[in-house]
Nanobody
Framework: QVQLVESGGGLVQAGGSLRLSCAAS????????MGWFRQAPGKAREFVAF????????SSTDSMKGRFTASRDSAKNTVYLQMNNLKSEDTAVYYC?????????????????WGQGTQVTVSS
């Protein structure tokens, strides 16, 4: 069992930055690959970024490349999502998720555990 708790969301003006954190507890954090997703009202959950085992790895969708970066600190059992140059369309609830062996990293069904989410609101 893995417990995930996101933090760092809030209200920011367009063009601003936020860094989300996801603290993991429970089973060995190093066994899990971590993903970030977001969900806006009335929309499906959307893949944001992915970080693999150890080091800093990033995989994000085209609309977010160059703006969003995922990273992990294994010593702190924490993953981060750095978001720069935020736009109003980035407004959503952001979730982190954990998977031991994700089949398709962009598919929410590939993940075993989810956090409760943190709200990000970007004002224009």
């Amino acid at each position: 069992q893995v417990q995930l708790v996101e933090s760092g969301g809030g209200l920011v003006q367009a063009g601003g930055s936020l860094r989300l954190s996801c603290a993991a507890s429970g089973r060995a954090f190093s066994d899990y690959r971590m993903g970030w997703f977001r969900q806006a009202p009335g929309k499906a959950r959307e893949f944001v970024a992915f970080t693999g085992f150890g080091g800093r790895t990033t995989s994000s969708t085209d609309s977010m490349k160059g703006r969003f970066t995922a990273s992990r600190d294994s010593a702190k059992n924490t993953v981060y999502l750095q978001m720069n140059n935020l736009k109003s369309e980035d407004t959503a609830v952001y979730y982190c998720a954990a998977a031991r062996n994700p089949g398709v990293v962009s598919d929410p069904d590939s993940y075993d555990y989810w956090g409760q989410g943190t709200q990000v609101t970007v004002s224009s």
